[in-house]
């Protein structure tokens, strides 16, 4: 019998569902949207960078380069094609949005120099005036990535991530320009800020920030739905085990209520038998001994006595044999030849159902019989005997009741329902079942399902 004393450990373990439910719900949603999150910010950058490398790539085409390569020493700071150059290249910085410098640099003995940068300068030192730019061949000591392979590969180039150098944090471009006779002259950088890209990155982040909320209030809400719904489902399952155990005993209060009343009807009816064998009236003795010994198999049956005895036999022929041949009877091909049991026990079933105990003649009603097979299993088989009645209504009605109703009282009085019900408690008294089927007004079938084993070597 279930206990109510499991109910405080049944609410935490339900309580510790819900939240390993809304643990995984989150550690799932949260690691999903971080990886969206992480791929549209590179897709955005992605974007950046291309944009960055198409404006420069265009710019550096506008570059002089037999003029450029000029410009070697400091001492052209104050020529006017330098300074031509410069203000050339402020006009294309001012034309690309959110370029803070545009300059251009060189290779000398394996180290890169500026050349030209007019951008105006910030405040990077913090002393309240705008710092210098880049003075013509200065050197570059803190030379990006990109800018090193742009002028070893004389091919375009982008960071792949902001850069820092003394002038800030940006995002920079390369791209090479040549002379008139087609060689390489030195390279155009634009610097990007980074005000672009943490604008475009604001809406994506809001967003990730959104889906996280909404996936922790959703987690919250179905881990407390699991909780909930598990708490109720284990309530109810605890209802069921009690209906189930209160059920259990009643039906075993019932088992020991039926042996206990077929054990005094088998003590009064041989009582009854032995009285009947000492009346001097022949004709009275053998009737009321005969009911008496009805009455005894019939306790013995409710009882659950059976005979321990077993053998193979063949079913079909042992049913055929116990019928006239006129009776019609239906075998299925996929009934065994021989099966392991108690051969008798069936045999008198089988007797019992078609014949009048008292004339020993075959029931008028009975019209065919049918022998199927169901439930086969590795080492046992479900032998089904349906028999087809045709009689009164009473009678069907009889039937029906005794299959269906086992504490009906009627067949310890009626003699004619006791040899029925006899069979009815011996087929479960064997482990089978019983079922009653109304075709119509005269014609009632009765099915039977025997458990037998197969075919045992001895």
Request: hydrophobic share 40%; with cysteine.
């Amino acid at each position: 019998m279930r206990s109510p004393s499991s109910k405080p450990s049944r609410n935490w373990k339900t309580a510790i569902e819900g939240i390993i439910f809304t643990l995984a719900w989150l550690t799932l949603t949260n690691i999903t949207i971080y990886f969206i999150y992480v791929r549209a910010v590179e897709a955005v950058k992605e974007q950046i960078r291309e944009g960055l490398l198409r404006n420069v790539s265009v710019a550096a085409t506008m570059i002089d380069g037999d003029q450029h390569q000029l410009f070697t020493s400091k001492a052209f700071k104050n020529d006017q094609g330098y300074l031509s150059l410069i203000n050339r290249l402020e006009r294309v910085r001012k034309a690309s949005s959110d370029v803070k410098y545009a300059y251009t640099n060189i290779t000398k003995n394996g180290k890169v120099y500026f050349i030209a940068n007019g951008s105006p300068q910030g405040d990077n030192d913090k002393d309240g005036r705008p710092d210098e730019a880049p003075q013509l061949m200065d050197p570059y000591p803190d030379a990006g990535l990109a800018l090193r392979v742009a002028l070893r590969l004389q091919k375009p180039a982008v960071d792949k991530e902001p850069y820092t150098d003394a002038w800030g944090t940006f995002y920079s471009a390369y791209a090479p320009f040549k002379d008139s006779s087609g060689k390489f002259v030195g390279t155009l950088g634009m610097d990007l800020e980074l005000v672009t890209l943490k604008a475009r990155l604001v809406p994506i982040g809001v967003a990730a920030q959104r889906a996280a909320l909404t996936s922790d209030i959703l987690a919250i809400l179905f881990g407390a739905a699991v909780w909930f719904f598990r708490s109720r489902n284990r309530i109810l399952e605890e209802q069921r085990g009690l209906a189930v155990d209160q059920t259990n005993k009643v039906e075993l209060e019932r088992t020991q209520e039926r042996c206990s009343s077929a054990i005094q009807l088998e003590a009064m009816a041989t009582k009854v038998e032995h009285n009947a064998s000492s009346l001097s009236e022949q004709t009275t003795s053998n009737k009321a001994k005969d009911y008496a010994l009805a009455l005894i198999r019939y306790a013995r049956a409710r009882q659950g006595i059976r005979s321990s005895s077993g053998e193979n036999f063949d079913p079909a022929l042992l049913i055929k044999s116990a019928l006239p041949t006129h009776i019609s009877i239906q075998v299925s091909s996929e009934v065994p030849p021989l099966v392991w049991g108690d051969s008798k026990e069936l045999d008198l079933i089988i007797k019992s159902l078609c014949y009048n105990n008292s004339t020993s003649t075959m029931l008028a009603s009975l019209e065919e019989v049918t022998i199927t097979v169901i439930n086969e299993k590795l080492n046992n088989i479900g032998l089904a005997v349906s028999i087809r009645y045709c009689d009164s209504m009473v009678s069907q009605g009889s039937r029906a009741v005794l299959i269906t109703d086992r504490d009906h009282p009627e067949h310890v009085f009626d003699e004619n329902s006791l040899q029925f019900a006899t069979c009815v408690e011996q087929v479960r008294a064997l482990g089978g079942n019983l079922a009653h089927e109304q075709i119509n007004e005269n014609v009632e079938v009765v099915s039977l399902i025997f458990p037998f084993e197969k075919f045992k070597e001895i």
